[in-house]
């Protein structure tokens, strides 16, 4: 319980933490942009807090920071709303230059001031360009993109992008500089911790090749991301062009009325009745220049309406009633001219003849793109309205952008709240479990109460399936190291019967040579003395393991099983051999080494790997010597196995100071002079020098292993 509640402790401070970093990190933004706008300074600086946050807070603090400075700063400028992409974009960067330790070298701090000014100086660029009808904005660059246009001579994108660039260059120069100063300064514990996803670590994992083989190459959080990602674009996507439709559609439908309004206030000022008169005497007729006058209030009035004129509409062509100039350098036709039909209204000739409404028309001819609006008067004599289609391209142009800078901004901070809880409702409780399972697995073997404790530590309560996938795992856990427990008493008593049967196996062919006594224990007792004495002092090390040395030990009553294959009256004999005798005796090795193997291979599938293996070597090697004059096949040196250069060793010892049949026992003086002369001979010099150290208490002990 007191875990729990020191780990909600934890959490809870944590998320304080966050939220006041937040917080402070969005007034340092907001007092630093104030500031420098009151000072007139050529930088924005509302993106320190924003990286000061990043590094602090982590993913979900900065983007937070990010997107409300913007919101704030909006409430006396809508306008700069739409510029809270930029401040979140730079958010994410910042997350991610940070956790690649960017901000602690100047190459990385140099990498962060480029990033960042793309982002603001390119992706603000564009924004200002389009929101300003692809022309310049009064924004803190306005006065520098003058100067190049004016300059250079470039397009108007052009010096608004290198103006941009080019200010946002300094102003991320100052607001890195600051951020690294100030989280420099400050004390480390007050540093937000950053949470990652685990990397198996040599306790977990265990061996280097565990690690290998088990390290996460992909997290459940990249994949989440991914998906996250994905669902967004398509999302955004579909929300745009939907959007977007609809928009022009409401685009097209209020520049109608508006070309419609023109239309019909300018047929409300026009005698239906004289537009022959007007046709015929132009600005001579009465009134006619004071109808132009209001015709010209009106076009006015509505500074999207491109063109506005009254024609006559007869077969020759459009005759010109009134035609007004407009912006652009493009003349009004005068009284009474005829103008050409433009393609696009031909297939409505025959209802413009009659004098019927006709729909909007949208056309791309000799005047351009334009709506157009006819009215009739009398006749065939229309009232018409055009707008120009660059006007409804230039707001819809507004609306993309600005569609698109909410909606991006939107779905960052939408998205980071959701991997937010991703991460603290899945993917952290299954990372966690994941780890615990893994250091079980690999500590199982040597601490698996330990493994078992860490899991039970996690305390994972998320009322859900992972709490329940958490608690199976648990349970799985405990009745497996359970069972292992069972398993390992009933391994324990399996061999202890195994040595035992193997004791009473070698005392039985023991038993039929009357001298030998306790030799197979005593043998026994002294080649794991000895193995200990080689592996103290730094002997063999690549094969001296605590593992071999119990194997060695529990193989060393077999080495003279083969024995069982030699005759009691040569095995019993009081006397020297004969050749021939001597011949038989041995072949007791070989013997021993067919009996063994015999059983290796039999009982291989009941076995550990090379359970046998010393005993093999002991029974069929134990008598040769290192001058090579041994037997059974004269090996010579380090090409005898240990086994059997220990044995060998521990043998003649033992016979040295055992009574036989054939000879009295030796004093211990006499068997070391025997045992030390034979070093370099009979003996491996390294094992006979490791025996000399702990022969005489071997000596004195020996009388314990009599029954």
């Known amino acids: 319980m007191n875990e729990q509640n020191s780990s909600e402790k934890v959490k809870n401070n944590r998320f304080g933490n966050i939220l006041l970093i937040t917080v402070l990190s969005l007034i340092l933004n907001i007092i630093l942009s104030k500031l420098a706008l009151y000072f007139k300074m050529p930088l924005y600086l509302d993106t320190v807090g924003t990286i000061l946050a990043a590094m602090l807070g982590g993913n979900l603090s900065a983007v937070a920071v990010g997107f409300f400075v913007n919101v704030i700063n909006g409430l006396t400028d809508v306008s700069t709303v739409y510029y809270g992409i930029i401040n979140i974009l730079i958010a994410v960067f910042a997350v991610i230059l940070h956790k690649r330790g960017a901000f602690d070298r100047i190459g990385g701090i140099v990498a ?140 097209l439908s209020k520049f109608t009325d508006i070309a419609d309004g023109v239309a019909k206030a300018a047929a409300v000022l026009i005698d239906a009745e004289r537009t022959d008169e007007f046709l015929e005497k132009g600005r001579a007729a009465e009134g006619y220049n004071e109808i132009e006058k209001n015709l010209y209030k009106i076009k006015e009035s509505f500074p999207q309406t491109t063109y506005l004129y009254v024609y006559k509409i007869l077969e020759d062509g459009c005759h010109v009633v009134f035609d007004l100039d407009s912006e652009g350098g493009v003349e009004a036709s005068q ?149 292992i427990k069972q398993l390992s008493v009933q391994n324990k008593r399996i061999t202890r019967m195994q040595d035992e049967i193997i004791i009473n196996f070698a005392e039985m062919v023991e038993a039929r040579d009357n001298s030998t006594g306790n030799h197979i224990k005593k043998t026994a007792f002294y080649v794991e003395a000895i193995a200990k004495e080689l592996q103290k002092n730094g002997k063999f090390t690549d094969i001296l393991t605590d593992e071999y040395i119990a194997k060695l030990k529990r193989s060393a009553p077999l080495h003279d099983i083969g024995k069982i294959a030699v005759s009691d009256s040569i095995l019993n004999k009081p006397g020297k051999l004969t050749p021939e005798e001597f011949a038989i005796m041995k072949g007791h090795t070989t013997e021993g080494e067919k009996i063994l193997k015999k059983i290796e291979a039999n009982a291989s599938d009941s076995m550990d790997d090379d359970y046998l293996k010393e005993s093999i070597e002991m029974a069929f090697y134990h008598h040769e010597k290192w001058d090579g004059t041994g037997y059974p096949n004269g090996l010579k ?3 005898i196995p240990l086994s059997a250069r220990i044995m060998a060793v521990a043998d003649v010892f033992d016979a040295l100071i055992a009574e036989r049949v054939y000879k009295t026992s030796l004093p211990y003086d006499k068997a070391m002079e025997i045992i030390l002369e034979g070093a370099g001979k009979a003996f491996d010099p390294v094992v006979v020098e490791a025996f000399s150290h702990i022969a005489k208490e071997l000596y004195d002990e020996r009388t314990i292993l009599k029954k």
């Open 112 to 251: 962060a001031i480029v990033v960042f000014s793309i982002i603001g100086g390119g992706l603000g660029s564009l924004i200002t360009y389009f929101l300003n009808g692809f022309d310049f904005g009064d924004v803190v660059s306005a006065p520098l993109v003058v100067a190049i246009y004016e300059r250079f001579g470039l397009s108007k994108f052009l010096s608004q992008l290198l103006a941009d660039i080019s200010v946002d260059i300094f102003d991320k120069t100052v607001a890195v500089a600051l951020s690294v100063i100030i989280y420099r300064l400050i004390p480390g514990s007050y540093k937000g911790e950053q949470r990652s996803i685990f990397v198996l670590s040599p306790d977990s994992a265990g061996s280097e090749e565990h690690r290998h083989k088990y390290s996460i190459k992909r997290s459940l959080i990249r994949k989440v991301v991914v998906m996250v990602i994905i669902a967004e674009i398509l999302l955004g996507t579909l929300a745009s062009i939907t959007g977007f439709i609809l928009y022009r559609q409401a685009a």
């Open 335 to 483: 009284p009474g001219d005829i103008v050409e039909f433009d393609p696009t209204f031909v297939p409505y000739l025959p209802k413009l003849f009659k004098g019927e409404e006709i729909e909007p028309i949208i056309s791309d001819d000799q005047f351009g793109k334009l709506l157009t609006v006819y009215k009739p008067l009398k006749g065939s004599t229309y009232v018409a309205a055009d707008i120009a289609i660059g006007e409804i391209v230039a707001d819809e142009a507004k609306f993309v952008i600005k569609l698109l800078s909410m909606f991006f901004a939107l779905s960052v901070i939408i998205m980071s709240i959701v991997l937010e809880l991703v991460n603290r409702g899945i993917v952290y409780p299954v990372n966690r479990m994941a780890s615990a399972s893994m250091s079980f697995a690999y500590k199982f073997d040597r601490d698996g109460e330990s493994g078992l404790r860490f899991m039970e530590s996690l305390k994972i309560h998320t009322f859900d399936e992972i709490e329940y996938l958490y608690k199976s795992l648990m349970k799985m856990c405990r009745d497996l190291l359970n069972y």
């Open 637 to 639: 040196g380090d090409d």
